[in-house]
């Protein structure tokens, strides 16, 4: 990420504000590469759904469990662990499962191959405990999962599917979740100095990649807005 040098100049509510800004062109980016849903094959809108829920359903919160091993102030810390309770004590995964499978598309052995590679590398980043990289991670991604909610909904919808708790829930929550990560971000880079060279958007990039496959079945030549940063 080259701007991430004259930044650090900056105080850490306007860094944190220009990345902000940054991750929202991103989600831009990816909003608009969408496909149209009237335009997918049944298989097509199947596999969307399937190989988001092969990620999401087990994963989320162990990336957002991560980010609470990884932060340094107790304003983060509660922020995250208000996001994970939540989380818990209403089984959004539980959510995630009954919209999948309504919309007949519960994933098979070939949708877990398919983020396989991906999600591996996910996985290995949010192991290293970087607490601003994980949180700017986590913050875009609750971002494009809230404005991703209505295109979802839209696949399962047209695959016959009435159970929209899940996209209802998180194209609500997820607004004041982005807001709240965004918060311990800022928290995290008034903590303590970054290294001048340091690739911020890291994470945001393999995650970037991740969304690409989800949503086409195969990993992007080159993922958008991320790598220009």
Sequence with gaps: MTSASPGLQATPA???ASLRCQTERIIDEILASLPKPELLS?????GIIARYAAVLEGNFIYWMTGAYLSVRTEESRSIILENLHEEVRDCHPGMMRRFAA???AEPTDSDFLAVSRDLMNVRLFVGRLSPVRLLLMMAFFEGLIQRFMAFL?????????????YTHVHGVCDIAHTDGLFRALAAELACAPLESEADLFEGVTLLHTL???????????NPVGALSA
């Design 211 to 221: 969304i690409h496959t989800i949503v086409h079945g195969d990993g992007p030549q």
């Design 102 to 104: 309504a919309a007949h």
């Design 42 to 46: 049944c298989d097509q809108r199947r």
């Design 153 to 165: 909904a839209e696949l399962g919808e047209r695959q016959g599917s009435a159970e929209m708790e």
């Design 14 to 16: 306007i860094y944190g």
